[in-house]
């Protein structure tokens, strides 16, 4: 089993929809947990942590599911600029420092 | 954006010479890392250092060496090239602290033909 896993999409959606992404990952002792945005030929940049409530940044809206290890990012009346790829990103501790364990990405496309 | 220089941004070299590729950060962060991205493989680790001379290996650290011999620098060295090298190198650095995202740099392109 992947430790952690997107949908590759791409999810083609118009602007100001709202579009959803899901995570699920394997190592149940991942202890943080992070949304990147990566534009292609570019570094991921962090676009949000999720935290064990739930938060909102925005039009963005992360979500985290312990119990059964899930993730998701609401992102609602999408812009142009969305469209990017987006990183599921989970981290564990090891002495001292995070190692994160990175999905594969899920493909946004935002259309006029 | 946070203080993380990769040089060189890109290069083409080839198989059998040696070629290092430097992270300089102004952050003073303890923590760095170096990644390669591939198509179909995502981001994964090659090294990582949790401090000055302390470094140890990632998931993909076969063919690769690191060295730190100050805080804001990082090198990767790539000792004898090969083509399944050839890839995005990005380095990334993180605080200290429980819940510490990465943050990158923008990336080296590495060709080896």
């Known amino acids: 089993r992947k430790e952690v896993e997107q949908d590759p999409g791409p999810f083609n959606v118009p602007e100001g929809a709202t579009v959803a992404f899901n995570c699920t990952y394997s190592n149940s002792a991942s202890q943080s947990f992070f949304w990147y945005r990566q534009d292609c030929r570019k570094e991921p940049k962090l676009l949000m942590s999720?935290?064990?409530s739930g938060n909102e940044d925005g039009r963005f809206t992360a979500q985290l599911n312990r119990a059964s290890q899930y993730i998701s990012l609401l992102i609602r009346d999408s812009k142009l600029s969305d469209s990017a790829t987006y990183l599921c990103v989970v981290s564990h501790m090891n002495s001292g420092y995070s190692t994160l364990t990175f999905g594969k990405g899920t493909m946004l496309l935002v259309s006029p | 954006d946070a203080g993380i220089t990769q040089s060189p941004r890109h290069k083409v070299t080839e198989t059998g010479t040696p070629v290092t590729l430097r992270c300089h950060q102004t952050?003073?962060?303890?923590?760095m890392y170096w990644y390669r991205q591939d198509p179909g493989h995502g981001l994964r680790l090659i090294h990582y250092?949790?401090?000055?001379?302390?470094?140890d290996k990632g998931e993909v650290s076969d063919g690769y060496s690191v060295s730190r011999s100050k805080t804001e620098d990082f090198l990767l060295t790539l000792e004898s090239a090969t083509s399944s090298q050839t890839s995005v190198y990005f380095c990334?650095?993180?605080?200290?602290?429980?819940?510490?995202?990465?943050?990158f740099g923008d990336g080296t392109r590495l060709s080896i033909l």
């Open positions: 999720v935290y064990s």
């Open positions: 250092s949790y401090g000055v001379k302390d470094t």
């Open positions: 990334a650095i993180s605080g200290e602290g429980r819940g510490q995202p990465q943050h």
């Open positions: 952050e003073n962060h303890r923590y």
